[in-house]
């Protein structure tokens, strides 16, 4: 194998990196950010596509965000694969603080009162258990609603920074591919900065 370890890691080294990578646990992010940025398509279909995941991984719809994302970013002329890698937003790190906080919002929005305190884990504990007639009102109806509010303030938000970022992206690496060529950096599209790249 082309990238073995030269020597062998112990179970005690494979435990602490189980819960501490040795590379840190913004290492999957970065990867994810760079692989989005370097797609191929216009700014707008990847910000789209990255719109669509990021709205489908604040729903309640566990298992099917990346179906839910690909329809989405179909709908909007979005890049499915930025759609797809966008719905990595719901992991499991992330899904408790998400049901959560769209359960709190939904029933702020709805003016419901749960009428005992409600953890992540009894809201997992409830959608496991309960019957959809069951969990209809008390829990799906407010997460729904509230997905529907912090799913469209977060998509938005994703929108517009993916579509700068790709766009500051593109024109960097179009200016080092000219730099590379040997050509003027003073190239007439990126004087007058063209909206294009």
């Known amino acids: 194998m082309l990238f073995r370890r030269r020597k062998k890691a112990g179970w005690l080294d494979r435990l602490r990196e189980f819960f501490w990578p040795r590379k840190g646990f913004t290492r999957p992010a970065r990867y994810l950010a760079k692989r989005i940025l370097r797609l191929s398509a216009s700014p707008h279909a990847v910000a789209a596509g990255v719109a669509a995941g990021t709205f489908s ?4 719809l566990l298992g099917f965000h ?3 994302a690909l329809a989405l970013a179909y709908l909007m002329a979005g890049n499915l694969l930025a759609a797809a890698l966008a719905t990595t937003i719901a992991n499991p790190l992330t899904i408790p603080l998400i049901a959560l906080a769209t359960f709190r919002v939904g029933e702020a929005l709805l003016g419901m009162k749960s009428a005992e305190m409600v953890t992540a884990a009894e ?3 409830r959608l496991e258990h309960l019957e959809l007639s069951e969990l209809w009102q008390p829990v799906l109806k407010p997460m729904l609603a ?3 509010l912090l799913g469209i303030a977060a998509a938005a938000l994703a929108y517009g920074v993916t579509r700068l970022a790709v766009r500051s992206f593109k024109a960097r690496r179009h200016a080092r591919l000219l730099e590379r060529a040997g050509l003027a950096t003073t190239h007439p599209a990126l004087s007058r900065g ?3 790249l």
């Open 123 to 125: 809201l997992f504990h």
């Open 146 to 148: 509230g997905a529907g």
């Open 194 to 196: 063209d909206k294009s």
């Open 57 to 60: 991984a604040f729903t309640p």
């Open 66 to 68: 990346v179906i839910l």
